[in-house]
């Protein structure tokens, strides 16, 4: 799958994609088995999504070069 998306999108986009996975598991794990997360849990995802949002600001204010996704 991510080397469908990377002949799709740019390469940089399909690794923070990648990168961002435990963060999905871990949530959508937590919502599966209908109990709280536990703090360790709460401070390691918050801890990984800052690290994705730091990887990801300087290209989050500038445009696009051309189409995401081709039709």
Sequence with gaps: MVMWAEQR???????L?????????AVIGA???RRPPTWLLVGALLTGFA???LL????????APGPVFWP
């Design 9 to 15: 999108a740019e390469s940089s986009l399909a690794a």
């Design 31 to 33: 919502c599966l088995d």
């Design 56 to 63: 990801s600001a300087p290209t989050l204010g500038r445009p």
């Design 51 to 53: 690290g994705v949002s």
């Design 17 to 25: 994609l990648v990168g961002s996975m435990p963060i999905w598991v």
